[in-house]
């Protein structure tokens, strides 16, 4: 009995998606005889020892900080140089696996761990003290002179530049950005309300905000951390990351059909990349008039980057800024234009009517000297496109040289060849790997016309835009002399999750693609349609011409208005703030607010869009909230949670998960005054059952497998003890 909680334990930490990919690369046995938590022996055998009798989530930090070391030491023993490297960098990563993983006030499983989860690295005399904690779980070599002085001052010169990059993925992935990737404590989740480690139990159709990853994008990110690792021990970290900007730069180069890499911007968020727009427009000398089409459906932070201002309180290299100030070198006479695209009811304008005050405002500032900076939606957070293209194209054509076009593409909804139409046009093109691709939050891009890009061979970019981007996100070119000399390896792991995501889309035809896009949008619009206690806001399918299997003119961003509580058919929707509030609390687990037969539905994790203002007279604040249930790629992808299920039966569990949500969303309204008072948080994972529950579902892929039984899940274990030789010889 003894042996068997032990490996149900240990069973359970192992399917924690983020343990499992490094866990398949090592033999991991059991043996209570073990005094210390575990010991390594390369190549990649981890030996675990009685201390991992205990609570899972100090199993889950041995395992780890175990993990790491197996995976560093690779198959060679060290010597004893870069055995202490080592043990240092797999302890550091460990100790940062713990503070996201455990409440603050949980006592740390090891002296050491807040000391080595510090942003700053410890002292220099400190070093051998912790070394003798660390050295019994890993082989050190021969019998080197541990008490040398030059020894631990040459880790400690090693350490010091060292200490940002290592860490868990997950937390390197939340850095290059700004306040919105910090983790919550409280709920295991960012401001988005979703994390960089896979939540397979959630449900999710995010992706016209942002996406928790996939396992698939984890692998991806996860993989090249562990490449940037091995060079860190190398003392290599600069050349790693160099190639690793290259690359990223280069298959998205590959995947629009651009020329090259140095067509290729690199932006920690759309909103960066707007500001990368701004200094391209000025480069000419002129002074500039930003045209904002819609500007409360894009990020909100635009209106301020099109100023040419901080958007926020910190820049993605971590410089700490005022928002609202000027960035340096940006001239102060940039004036910004709205062109809205809804009335003061919410509802959308004539298409003919945003194309005349768009016409009007170009006419106006060009008879002023200005160069117009028009930015266009394709598309908004709720699935538009505006102003009309053709007319665009005329109004270029009437004004040559003096009218600059971006077209906002970050929800990325769209096929490479309309960019590269775009791009022939001579239009820059924003896009991300966030929204549609369903990577991580925060990684942007800017696409470059041979127009544009030749404004960098002369002049110089703002000065200030250095605090935001490297020398290696931009094309190497005279006018990028004066950015920043490092890397920002947070937006490069960040991508190449969303790397991951976007081969995955490639490899599907499109007209597959169409198909499954298809079946899945009908059948929610119906679904939406049929609920009493939502209003679906119909938005236009994208304007575009024909191609051949084309799937990006369906309406692929699904918004909807909700019934307020106390209302009936037919009442004011819900207001915005309130809006807001069930947004939050379908991201979390309700159980306790509702009676019995309903638990299981309030305690799915569901996670959409957040809700868009939308004017309504009659509102509170004037504003309600429109949310979005959206497809993404993964949708039509699917994920490695989804093995086993072929495409039918897949898209068919897609369709039931997103009238899951809906459910939800009525069973919210139906017992709102209880949830309201309690006000609970979003969370990463279901809510934690005391360690001697039955219940063993929190790693489970879905907690929806309510039909499994007990032999299933002895089964399940038993061909888990096999594929990762627990126990074995």
Partial sequence: MFARNLTETLLHVLDRPELRLLATKCRIM????????????????????????????????????????????????????????????????AARFWMLDAPADLPAPEAWVRTLASAYPPARDDLPQLFAALHPLVSVPGKAAHDSSALWDELYAWLVPAWPLIGPVEALMAEGGDARLNIDVRTGLNHYGCSHRPRPWAVTFA????????????????????????????GKAPEA???????????????????????????????????????????????????????????????????????????????????????AGFPNDTVCVDLPLRDAEGQLRPEGEVTAACRKDIQNQV???RRVLLHVLDLSKTGLLAPNLKALEALCDQYPGQLDVVVDACQARLMPERVQAYLARGWAVMVTGSKFFTGPPFCGALLLPDCWKARLDQGMLPEGLAAYANQCEWPASPACRGLASGFNHGLLLRWRAAQAEMAALGAILSAVVAERLQGFLGAVTQGIEANADLAFLPQPAPQRDALSDDWDRQQTILSFLVRAPEGTEGAIPLDLERCRKLYQWLNADLSSYVPQEK????????????????????????????????AGARLVSGEPSHEGLDATARMTREIQDALRVLEKISLILTYWDAIAQADPLPSYAPRWEPEDTADESHWSERSGKEGVTDEQKADAMRRSISALALGGP
């Fill in 30 to 93: 059991l043996d209570p005889a073990v005094a210390h938590p575990f010991h390594v022996q390369p190549p990649g055998q981890i030996v675990l020892g009685a201390p991992c009798l205990g609570e899972r989530r100090v199993v889950a930090f041995h395992l780890r900080h175990a993990l790491e070391l197996a995976v560093l030491s690779d198959a060679q023993e060290p010597d004893f140089r870069q055995a202490l490297k080592i043990s240092f960098s797999a302890a550091r990563t």
């Fill in 241 to 327: 990351l160099h190639a690793l900007a290259l690359d990223v730069r280069h298959f998205l180069a590959g995947w629009f059909g651009l020329p090259g890499q140095d067509h290729v911007v690199l932006a920690s968020s759309g909103t960066d990349a707007a500001l990368a727009v701004l200094a391209l427009s000025t480069l000419p000398g002129q002074p500039v008039t930003t045209v904002l089409t819609a500007p409360e459906e894009t990020g909100s932070g635009v209106p301020l980057a099109s100023h040419g201002r901080h958007f926020a309180q910190e820049t993605a290299l971590g410089a700490s800024v005022c928002k609202g100030d000027l960035v």
């Fill in 599 to 630: 638990k299981v539905l309030a305690a799915l994790l569901c996670h959409i869009g957040q809700p868009v203002p939308i004017p309504h007279a009659q509102a509170a604040g004037g504003l309600v909230g429109a949310l979005r249930l959206s």
């Fill in 367 to 369: 008879a002023k000297g």
């Fill in 207 to 234: 992706s016209s905000t942002a996406s928790s990853l996939s396992e698939r994008g984890f692998t991806g990110g996860e993989l090249a951390r562990v490449n940037l690792a091995r060079a860190v021990l190398e």
